[in-house]
């Protein structure tokens, strides 16, 4: 079986593309199999979603909620790693099977293990340097056979810098693809293609509102080029492995303009549920801020031109600076937080919010029980009644843990989790001077503008026995003659590639089969089988990022906006 993820790609922008013949493999898939978009996670962010889909399990059960895990007894987060997942996934499952399997660039599975075939992790690796691959002698091979190679773009270079590079990186990818495939000869190919969500990202009003203000024209075909490009490498990557072998493209969710962003901490703040120090933040805080500024400014040039020889010199000279200069860059705004007063705070792009509650929290100030309902109640009812200057609702929906998540690792969740209403995306800062209620439509990130934000709903397109095969031709100008399927859920894929491939699906995940894929007559003479019983633990590391790598990680979450 051949996997492709899109990251971020929707039927939205790439019907158009199909219709105008631009991405002829997957009008192909679409017009010949089964399609219909795929439902995300809640929040729909790529680590809970990229981890729900390889595990077939919602986040309760997996353990991972967002690109931040909070550090026990502390207001402190770090960032997560495969370490933070507590569950298999189907790679782990064909994998001690005897199947051999190849992963490549799939987001949160750094750091890579063992596994019969090659895992090359993706988003989430710190950088190059580091062992992002097994076995270890794949980095070499990559990296010298694949120009351009890279999870992500250099944020603080031009625009046009990283608009070329986001491209390399696409082809590069592909390159790769092809020779793992040649090296391994796999059962199962798995590949993720990052450049679609980081072009959308930073290039989405410069490609659907060209002309607007603060839009270039010389980026208004980019997102379109890098889909052309992944959809090149499909058909690369199809041919290689042969036309008979089944395909799966998805999104982990989907992607649409950015139109108001709001500070949720700055709301809280306002209506008394979140208390700062007076004078918003300690004076020693405030000149650490100033430094860790300076020090950005100059210290990502002098890294990128600096051979790693004398890199590794400085290091062995200057004991322990590494870590000390990495202490400096990420002092947490959380320093501005009076939590002895503070009820409730926000962590996250997306909108959750933590309740600080005493035994839990180290400063907690409101009781489980009765007056923590109250509280949830309370804030619920604010938030709905939120309103954005255009009149309308910011918030469309609040929900309790408990009501999206089931499992051992709930206690980890925010307690409150935030549905802004479409297109509003909120701020992850904690520094008052840093933070409006309302900002604009293009949200000033460290260095690029962020365009675009996530969607709920992604893409699944499934072609090849046993999924359908229409056995149409290229996707009309105005129809299409694919199978159309509806409530597909990210969670439900795992099952589904389970059971296309002859597994047993273990009767842990949450997900099912998605029989609208299938071929009718296949799926009634196979159906699909549940294994009882507990599954076997999940990815055994326990290896978690060094500060200089938890560095690395967060300059490039802060180039694409997730984190300030």
Request: glycine residues 10%.
């Amino acid at each position: 079986m051949l996997i492709v993820g899109l990251d971020g790609a929707g039927f939205d922008v790439i019907e158009p593309l199909m219709r105008t013949g631009r991405l002829p493999n997957l009008a192909k898939l679409m017009s010949q199999g089964a399609y219909g978009p795929l439902e995300s996670t809640v929040h729909p962010l790529t680590p809970l979603a990229w981890t729900s889909f390889l595990t077939g399990k919602n986040p309760g059960k997996h353990g991972i909620f967002d690109f931040f895990a909070r550090v026990e007894n502390t207001y402190k987060f770090r960032l997560v790693t495969l370490a933070e997942r507590s569950s298999r996934d189907f790679i782990d499952i064909l994998s001690d099977a005897n199947r051999r399997v190849v992963s490549l660039n799939v987001p949160l599975t750094y750091p890579p293990r063992p596994v019969n075939g090659a895992m090359v992790s993706g988003m989430g690796t710190p950088n190059l340097q580091v062992k992002f691959t097994h076995p270890a002698n794949l980095r070499k091979m990559i990296l010298e056979k694949c120009p351009g190679y890279a999870f992500a773009p250099p944020y603080d270079r031009s625009r046009g810098t990283i608009a070329k590079t986001v491209l390399r990186m696409a082809e590069a990818h592909t390159n790769a693809g092809l020779l793992l495939m040649d090296e391994f000869d796999p059962d199962l190919f798995l590949m993720v293609y990052g450049s679609t969500d980081i072009a959308q990202h930073l290039y989405w009003r410069d490609t659907f509102e060209p002309g607007a203000e603060g839009t270039d024209a010389a980026f208004a075909d980019l997102i379109r080029r890098v889909y052309e490009t992944a959809d090149a490498g499909l058909g690369a990557l199809i041919e290689r492995l042969g036309k008979d072998v089944p395909v799966l493209v998805l999104s982990d969710h989907g992607a649409q303009g950015l139109e108001l962003t709001v500070g949720l901490n700055r709301f809280l703040a306002d209506k008394g549920y979140l208390v700062f120090f007076p004078g918003a933040k300690p004076a020693d805080i405030s000149l650490v801020k100033f430094a860790r500024r300076v020090l950005r400014s100059v210290s990502l040039p002098i890294q990128r031109l600096l051979p790693m020889g004398i890199k590794e010199r400085i290091k062995r000279l200057l004991p322990g600076i590494s870590q000390k200069l990495t202490a400096l860059w990420n002092v947490p705004d959380m320093s501005a937080v009076d939590f002895s007063r503070t009820r409730a705070f926000a962590v996250g792009s997306y909108g959750s919010i933590f309740l600080n509650v005493k035994g839990r929290e180290p400063q907690g100030v409101i009781y489980a029980g009765r007056q923590y309902e109250d509280l949830c109640d309370e804030i619920t009812a604010a938030l709905l009644d939120w309103t954005a200057p255009d009149g309308g609702r910011v918030v469309e929906r609040v929900q309790r843990r408990e009501e999206l998540y089931r499992g051992p690792f709930v206690e980890r969740a925010p307690d409150l989790m935030v549905r802004l209403r479409p297109g509003v995306f909120t701020r992850t800062s904690f520094a008052p001077e840093k933070e409006e209620l309302y900002e604009g439509r293009e949200h000033t990130m460290s260095y690029q503008k962020y365009q675009s934000i996530h969607a709920m709903y992604g893409i699944c397109i499934a072609s090849g026995h046993p999924f359908r095969c229409g056995g149409g031709n290229m996707l009309p100008a105005n129809s299409s003659q694919g199978k159309f399927i509806e409530g597909a859920r990210i969670i439900d894929l795992a099952p589904t590639i389970l059971h296309a491939m002859g597994f047993d699906i273990p009767d842990d995940m949450d997900g099912v089969p998605l029989v609208g894929l299938f071929d009718p007559e296949w799926y009634n003479g196979n159906p699909p089988h549940i294994s009882a019983g507990p599954s076997k633990p999940g990815p055994s590391t326990t290896r978690r990022l060094s500060p200089e790598e938890e560095k690395k990680l967060k300059e490039e979450l802060q180039g694409l906006g997730y984190i300030q």
